[in-house]
């Protein structure tokens, strides 16, 4: 039975504690050349990725639940390194990293399992899942043959193989090469009876299984012939960064893709992502990857399915399905029907016979003949005859439902437990920070620090602090001129503040994280104090030597003096790590209790610094709900301590998007960009199981200002579906 084969590939089975009673049954599990074996038959699997922390245990069973009624046989999910391991042998499994949890929910469910350990898995996710605090352990250099680092790896791992390395073995010479290597034999000497497979490892040692990651697989051939053709990253849509456009797959290309990989011999295929889920928290990595993780998945964000994709994917794994026979168990005759249309046709004896019709013209419909039957093609298409005769599918014909989704507006309603639970209007608390540091210094240097190096992560947050004369008799100030700031920075963003007075902000971008500025700022006779917050917003993920690229300032100056430039980048700066509400954790319920916060009848507006507190009802109704940010400016965002995540409505370029995206050719992740001009992120998903009836803690964190009284909670409402034509 499917239920009781709960790990298939293991990439790979974490802590033998919690999977190893499921594992035992998946010691049947061998292949050949066409297919994974199980109990001795030929499997042809449809895989979707659901990362369980990317969403919350109360979501996982329906997450599970669309997903095996959208036609996949095999739930698919890295293990992340960094969320289970936050410091040197402290193990956490709790709440979102419920991981024995999760395996229970798939294997209730009837389905398979594949764990991806890594330990590396990159994902967009904070450091590519790998702990900050590994980085500063004497000597290691991450995924190469390092011995700290595979020390620390065999104690978080019972078994381990390396995840998309051969992107960037090569910058690691023969070290590279040699951990390649290491990792194969490590995961080999196990003897756990089942397949192992390397993603992206073209020189993964037999009997290793190296797959495919693209957005096309079907020219893909494993590197023995002994093996099948796997497929472990379809990207059905793409991540979004802060700053950036929104990327959108259409679902006629994706259906094409994966139906040219099973027409070309492909046998195992997974959607990366199915669900793409939430970055809650500091988990994005990037930098600059948005809180949302939508990826434009078959199943959104918020648990939806996405019609019509979801439902046009449902429809080509019934097809597909349909020719599972003929498939596993006859060599493909290839015929050619014209210069871009071609057929592979699976056929036996007995009369079994599937056939896949495509139309590789990215322009133009055809119309081809095929056993003294004509067909059809519209271009870029494939066609599914389960029987070699009747077209039971074609990639490019959308019969699926389709829907719109509203996001529904409510406002944020008092809770009857406010401490003001007399007064009809919400109340607010604020806690305004000091600009520069608090409390006592934590160092004191001349220059310039990497701010990586000195949070290790334990922030987004560091303060640079330091003050400067100026003389009374400054030309600028006698004509009431303004002095330019100049700033470089190895990333990510950063607030100036000169005598407490918000100046100036400025960042890079998902493309470029260093970054120049240049502005206007206003000095007084006499002493002025320079504050800088330099934060970071989501660390390096991926890349050759990936751990060592920094962040922070590098230089400061000041223009428009008599004495000329004015250079403060070797002058003596006071350091200060994180902000004061996160030392005195302000975002935890119970701990903000022992806080003075002050109660204002109306929240100030465009105030930077401040963090807010309301105490709210949930919203009505059991839709999804998301927290509306458009009116604020950057921060972070709790519910009842839970983290919402960052939060950041910067606008997208105006240009270079798509008012309709035409399927046809090549695919990539500009293709279909929508969201000019508009914020990048303007929702932020808040499951609805942080919610108590009434009695909600919200608290913000808002670095530059922004309007409180217009956030709102909007309800994920999908509207009425209707047939596509």
Not at 63 to 77: P, S, Y
Not at 663 to 669: E, I, L
Request: proline share 6%; hydrophobic share 35%; charged share 20%.
């Amino acid at each position: 039975m499917a239920s009781s084969v709960c790990t298939l590939l293991i990439l790979f089975c974490f802590g033998c504690l919690y999977i190893l009673p499921f594992a035992e049954a998946a010691n049947n599990v061998t292949y050949d050349s066409r297919s994974l074996i199980i109990d001795g038959e030929r499997k042809l699997l449809i895989l979707a990725s659901i990362h369980y922390p990317r969403s919350v245990p109360a979501m996982w069973p329906g997450l599970v639940k669309t997903a095996k009624e959208g036609g996949v046989d095999v739930i698919e999910t890295y293990v992340f390194w960094n969320g289970h391991e936050p410091s040197p042998g402290n193990y956490y499994f709790g709440g979102r990293y419920d991981l024995p949890k999760f395996v229970k929910i798939v294997q209730d469910a009837g389905m398979l399992l594949i764990l991806r350990i890594g330990p590396f898995v990159a994902a967009e996710w904070n450091f590519g899942g790998i702990p900050v605090w590994l980085h500063y352990v004497p000597g290691t250099v991450f995924r190469t043959n390092n011995e700290p680092f595979k020390h620390y790896m065999q104690n978080f791992t019972t078994l381990i193989v390396e995840n998309e390395y051969g992107y960037y073995e090569a910058a690691y010479g023969e070290g590279g090469k040699s951990y390649a290597q290491w990792a194969a034999k490590m995961a080999l000497s196990q003897n756990t009876g089942v397949p192992w497979i390397m993603c992206q490892q073209w020189d993964a040692p037999e009997p290793v299984i190296n797959t495919c990651n693209s957005f096309y697989c079907d020219d893909f051939k494993p590197s023995y012939p002994t093996m099948p053709k796997i497929w472990t990253e379809n990207w059905p849509g793409w991540f979004k960064t802060f700053g950036g456009r929104d990327p959108h797959r259409p679902p006629e290309d994706v259906a094409y893709a994966v139906a040219r990989f099973f027409q070309k011999g492909g046998s195992v295929h997974n959607y990366y992502m199915y669900h793409g889920g939430t970055n809650f928290g500091r988990t994005s990595g990037g930098p600059f990857i948005t809180t949302s993780y939508d990826y434009d998945a078959p199943i959104d964000e918020y648990g939806l399915p996405r019609f019509p994709k979801w439902g046009h994917l449902k429809e080509l794994h019934r097809a597909i399905k349909l020719c599972e026979r003929a498939l596993l168990n006859n060599k493909p005759t290839l015929v050619h029907l014209g210069s871009k249309q071609e057929a592979d046709v699976y056929e036996d004896q007995s009369g079994t016979c599937a056939a896949f019709i495509a139309n590789l013209d990215d322009k133009n419909e055809k119309t081809v003949q095929f056993r003294n039957v004509s067909y059809t093609l519209p271009a870029w298409s494939v066609s599914i005859l389960p029987d070699c005769k009747n077209v039971v599918f074609n990639t490019a014909k959308v019969g699926s439902q389709t829907s719109t989704i509203k996001m529904v507006p409510e406002l944020l309603q008092p809770s009857i437990v406010s401490p003001n639970k007399d007064l009809k209007a919400l109340s607010w608390e604020i806690f305004v920070e000091k600009a520069g540091s608090w409390g006592e210094a934590d160092f004191t240097i001349n220059g310039f620090v990497d701010h990586i190096n000195t949070t290790k992560d334990t922030t987004d947050y560091l303060w640079h602090t330091t003050s400067i004369f100026v003389d009374e008799n400054e030309e600028f100030l006698k004509q009431g001129k303004k002095s330019t700031l100049l700033i470089e920075s190895k990333g990510h963003a950063l607030h100036a503040f000169v005598n407490g007075i918000l100046q100036a902000s400025a960042s890079g971008n998902g493309t470029v994280s260093p970054f120049k500025f240049k502005g206007l700022v206003s000095l007084k006779a006499g002493k002025n104090d320079i504050a800088i917050l330099s934060m970071t917003v989501g660390l390096q993920n991926a890349g050759s030597f990936y751990e060592w690229v920094g962040a922070g300032l590098t230089s400061v100056k000041l223009k428009g003096l008599k004495n000329g430039t004015m250079d403060l980048s070797n002058t003596k700066w006071t350091y200060k790590i994180g902000l004061e509400g996160e030392h005195l954790s302000l975002y935890d319920t119970y701990a903000s209790k022992n806080v003075n916060w002050t109660r204002v009848s109306e929240p100030p507006k465009n105030q930077p610094l401040t963090w807010y507190k309301a105490v709210v009802d949930a919203p009505p109704g059991n839709e999804p709900v998301a927290l509306d940010m458009v009116h604020m400016g950057k921060g972070l965002a709790w519910l009842n301590g839970e983290q919402i995540g960052r939060y950041w409505p910067r606008k997208a370029p105006r240009d270079k998007c798509v008012k309709t995206c035409d399927y046809r050719g090549k695919f990539n992740p500009d293709k279909c960009n929508t969201g000019c001009g508009k914020p990048s992120q303007r929702w932020y998903h808040v499951p609805r199981s942080w919610f108590k009836p009434s009695g909600n803690v919200l608290v913000m964190f808002e670095e530059k200002g922004g309007d409180p009284t217009q956030i709102r909670f909007s309800r994920r409402k999908l509207s009425t579906l209707w047939s596509c034509s």
